[in-house]
């Protein structure tokens, strides 16, 4: 009976910024939309990536018809190197998010053997009982779409990440009209972008960053550096743009971001007048006032060109006094800290700095609430579901979608791992799949568990106490005093009477007069309940303890 619902699963982005999926299940036949990474919150200590967990899929692998991508960016793209190995489906998507997908593929070794199929805005292609249309949208990067997923259920369409930008880079906005006969013809379910359902009006479009480019680079009396992502293509566009109107040349600073420009350029992607982009060799000798860098580091990343450069770090670049740096993104949640640093390091160096705070160098991606509530109005679904968003951006949207008529038992506000079961009258949250993060750590996916992660929170935070107690070889009783070696927790030489307090302490609790040989696990117990208390009073720190066993 349930077999005969349309049921609809998020296992990434929704309550939270990034690795989006959305999984779409009718009987046997399941369709994947994205499948994204997160950057790591700051309570995540070493780890590089979050991606979604897809034990879901792993238990269904020979029901999934295909993986769909509505965008290049890394929160849609970016888990498929680790993700695509494991599912074995085709993937569809624009020529522009396959030739990123490719990169980032064969970055991680991972593009043999994928099976990429491209299909173009306005096309479309029967996945199984589905049948999935591109519409184009408006985003920060060319070739974006939403999906018209035809099901036999009804009609879902999934906005992707878009804006209404009237003006954008690459001419082409969203198709509205599709989507208002769409209205007319009845849609079941929306899923909507909610990242900036926060804000009121509409997103400015990307026409004022032209005009701020141009200003910076016609004033600026040095070089000019752009930082961004590899992945705003749209951004680099306008970049080349400006620095063309002011006879600049433009070089590249980064693998990432030469390979992002070189495969946009070759698929036409990109348009860049003859001779305008450089090689790094041809530096010598030009005057600055000709020269603009583009290179990644917008995050102040630790490991990027932009602070590579300001660190002199750099093998070919330095950052110099009388620069403009132009910062040319918004801060992803969690990295304000490093890019904070990273401004005020190059304010140091005598450079000048441009960020969103202080100046238009970017535009936000996302439609605000007045480009919401149109989408709505325009789409006239029965159900509603905001997605991509923390819980308050999916809360937001969700109102917004009350405040145009739609009865709030038709909205659905998700986790990731709900499942959402609709029939063409209804829909209901009927149970929950696992939708944990997955983390990826250097060369390890998944086995980084919370535990190893509350443990470096721990040493991080309050440092370690290592215990070492001797007990004697042949007759396993303790012998002397505990021996206390700390790491991170208070300085020895000041606090060495605390410690040698707690050695005492330690020995007494341990000895209990008998001849018994001393148990281990009763030992490990008593230690860390002893020094836990006798630190916590001492210091209110509560440093990690791990007591260790010699024989003597
Ligand atoms: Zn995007
Ligand atoms: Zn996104």
Not at 143 to 171: A, C, M, N, R
Not at 253 to 282: C, K
Not at 330 to 353: M, S
Not at 419 to 441: F, H, M, R, W
Request: aromatic residues 6%; neutral net charge; glycine residues 8%.
């Amino acid at each position: 009976m349930t077999k005969r619902r349309l049921r609809i699963i998020p296992l990434g982005g929704l309550s939270e910024i990034g690795k989006n999926m959305m999984v779409i299940e009718y009987e046997d036949d399941i369709i994947i939309i994205d499948a994204g990474l997160m950057f790591p919150g700051e309570e995540m200590l070493g780890i590089d990536l979050v991606i979604p967990d897809i034990s879901y899929l792993l238990e269904r692998r020979e029901q999934i018809r295909g993986i769909i991508i509505t965008h290049g960016h890394e929160d849609h793209i970016g888990a498929l190197p680790y993700l695509l190995p494991q599912l074995n489906a085709p993937v569809y998507s624009t020529k522009l998010t396959q030739g990123l997908i490719s990169v980032r593929l064969k970055e991680r070794k991972a593009l043999s053997g994928a099976n990429l199929k491209i299909i173009p805005p306005g096309g479309n292609v029967t996945l199984g009982k589905f049948r999935i249309e591109f519409f184009p949208v408006c985003h920060s990067i060319p070739d974006s779409v939403g999906l018209i997923i035809y099901t036999p259920v009804g009609i879902i369409v999934h906005s992707g990440d878009f804006k209404l930008d009237y003006t954008p880079v690459d001419g082409k906005p969203t198709d509205l009209s599709r989507l208002a006969q769409l209205g007319a013809q009845g849609v079941l379910l929306l899923l909507s972008d909610s990242t900036y359902a926060e804000l009121p009006g509409y997103t400015l479009s990307e026409r004022v960053v032209g005009e701020t480019l141009d200003h910076i680079m016609a004033d600026a009396p040095g070089r000019v550096i752009v930082a961004t992502f590899s992945s705003l293509v749209s951004r680099i566009q306008q970049v080349i743009n400006s620095a063309a109107k002011y006879q600049r040349r433009v070089f590249i600073v980064g693998r990432s971001m030469s390979d992002t420009v070189h495969m946009a350029l070759e698929l036409g992607y990109l348009d860049a007048p003859d001779g305008i982009l450089g090689r790094l060799d041809e530096l010598r000798g030009m005057p600055h006032n000709k020269i603009v860098f583009m290179a990644t580091g917008s995050q102040g990343e630790p490991t990027s060109a932009l602070v590579r450069m300001a660190n002199r770090d750099h093998r070919q670049v330095h950052i110099h006094r009388g620069d403009t740096v132009i910062l040319s993104a918004t801060p992803i949640p969690g990295n304000e800290a490093l890019i904070n640093r990273t401004v005020d390091n190059l304010f140091k160096q005598g450079v000048q700095v441009l960020y969103s705070k202080v100046a238009q160098v970017h535009v936000h991606g996302h439609g605000s609430q007045e480009e919401l509530k149109l989408l709505l109005n325009l789409a006239k679904p029965k159900f509603f579901m905001p997605i991509h968003g923390e819980y308050r951006h999916l809360s937001l949207h969700a109102k917004l979608a009350q405040s145009v008529g739609i009865p709030p038992e038709n909205i659905f506000v998700l986790e990731d791992g709900d499942i959402l079961e609709l029939n063409p009258q209804a829909g209901k949250i009927t149970g929950k799949v696992s939708a944990s993060n997955v983390y990826v750590d250097g060369l390890s996916v998944g086995d980084i568990g919370s535990v190893v992660l509350r443990n470096r929170r721990m040493l991080s935070r309050d440092g370690i106490v290592v215990v070492i107690i001797a007990v004697n070889r042949q007759t396993g009783k303790l012998v002397g005093r505990p021996d206390i070696v700390s790491r991170g927790f208070v300085d020895t030489r000041e606090s060495k009477d605390m410690i040698d307090e707690s050695r005492d302490l330690l020995a007494r609790a341990l000895d209990h007069g008998g001849d018994r040989p001393a148990e281990w696990s009763f030992v490990n117990t008593k230690v860390r309940d002893v020094l836990n208390k006798f630190y916590y009073e001492q210091t209110k720190r509560r440093p990690m303890i791990l007591p260790v066993m010699v024989k003597v």
